[in-house]
């Protein structure tokens, strides 16, 4: 079993820790907490050794009736790979900390790529990560353009792609974040996030730019990728079909099978979610609207649409196994970790 730390115990953090304990190959041992907050409740619910981030804010988890089981060098210290979900930037800060430990680490999107090195995807590069000490889980929406695109890529080959991100303003749990009622494009062009799939999908030709509005419950993509050759569309939905975490969504079919309603929007994909009763109604696969992908010539249009809180949970099950070669294949470990998190 190896054993699991995570430092940054908030969206990301919690998730992983939950998705952790599904597996049988990997463990919890621990949580770093910063405050006892009320996202605190879960952990301890949940039976997580408490440690506080330093050692001034022991007191505190004391007064508030919390054990703690040390700081976070002592974690680090009993952990055989820490999982950093604290906030983006932050958290390469504890790189030497890990690395005086001897103790592998995987930060998440957040953080750049080049002082980590090797930036993960499962389905696009697993191999890089077999056997790294240090590895970066790449962002939300970089896992949904690395999961679409790469099978694209494999069958046809990619000329270009051109992208727009419609990214949300913050999580639901985000209440000081923004914009309210504003739209507000990334103005350097290209946004980071195009430089940040070829980390994962090397040489791969793609430019986008962004804007934020006022959603809280996912992101949207809309995407123009040029092949080598002419795309058909449907050889292109039964790829994404058989792609796994990548969902394609559609309305209501009638006994017939004939459409008589579309899907609209990103409040009724994580309604399906809910419906579905997948855990904590989050949606780990990237949703495609069925019906809006369509060829002219040599250009794939498609859209879209990412949970941003999941969708990268199993990549980070799948990082550790490729870091510990716990599972050569990358495949073996994708479909083991969506059996434990029940992802079809
Ligand atoms: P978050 O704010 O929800 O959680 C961060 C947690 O870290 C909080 O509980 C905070 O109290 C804690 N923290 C702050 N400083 C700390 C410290 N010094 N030591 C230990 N804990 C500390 O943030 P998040 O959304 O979970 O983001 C974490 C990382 O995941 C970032 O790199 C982010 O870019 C990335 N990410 C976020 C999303 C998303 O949509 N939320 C999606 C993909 C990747």
């Known amino acids: 079993m190896i054993k699991v730390g995570i430092n940054g115990y908030g969206t990301i953090g919690k998730r992983v820790a939950e998705a952790v304990t599904l597996q049988d190959d990997m463990e919890i041992v621990g949580v770093v907490k910063t405050k ?27 007064e508030m009736g919390v054990k703690v089981s040390g700081v976070t060098e002592d974690l680090v210290e009993i952990a055989d790979v820490i999982i950093d979900c604290t906030p983006g930037k932050l958290g390469v800060n504890n790189m030497d900390m890990y690395r005086k430990a001897g103790t592998k680490a995987i930060w998440q999107g957040g953080e750049k790529h080049a002082p980590i090195g090797v930036s993960f ?13 240090f590895v970066r889980v790449v962002s939300c929406n970089t896992t949904g353009l690395g999961r679409t695109l790469y099978p694209l890529r494999q069958k046809y080959g990619i000329d270009n792609v051109q992208a727009v991100m419609v990214r949300r303003s913050g999580d639901p749990k985000d209440s000081d974040r923004g914009p309210l009622n504003s739209i507000e494009p990334v103005l350097s062009v290209p946004s980071h996030h195009g430089p940040d799939v070829q980390t994962i999908m090397h040489g791969i030709n ?55 309603r579309n899907l609209p929007g990103t409040a009724e994909i994580m309604e399906l979610a809910r419906d579905a009763l997948y855990t904590r109604g989050d949606l780990n696969q990237i949703a495609v609207w069925k019906d809006g992908v369509h060829a002219f010539g040599k250009k794939l249009y498609y859209y879209q649409a990412i949970h941003q809180e999941s969708d990268v949970i199993p990549e980070n099950i799948d990082a550790i196994r490729a870091m510990f070669n716990l599972e050569s294949d990358n495949m073996a470990s994708i479909l083991k970790t969506n059996k434990a998190l029940g992802i079809d």
């Not at 995807?121 to 000490?133: E, K, M, P």
């Not at 793609?206 to 795309?231: F, G, N, R, W, Y």
């Open 206 to 260: 793609i430019q986008t730019m962004a804007v934020k509005v006022p959603t809280t419950i996912m992101h949207v993509h809309c995407i123009i990728a040029e092949l080598d050759s002419e795309p058909n569309v449907d050889e292109i939905l039964g790829m994404w079909e058989s792609t796994p975490r990548v969902n394609l969504v559609e309305g209501f079919l009638n006994k017939d099978g004939d459409k008589i």
């Open 121 to 133: 995807n499962a389905l696009t590069n697993y191999s890089s990560s077999i056997n790294a000490d």
């Open 36 to 62: 006892p907050t009320y996202e605190l409740r879960g952990a301890l619910d949940a039976g997580f050794p408490v440690f506080a981030s330093t050692k001034s804010k022991v007191d505190f988890f004391e």
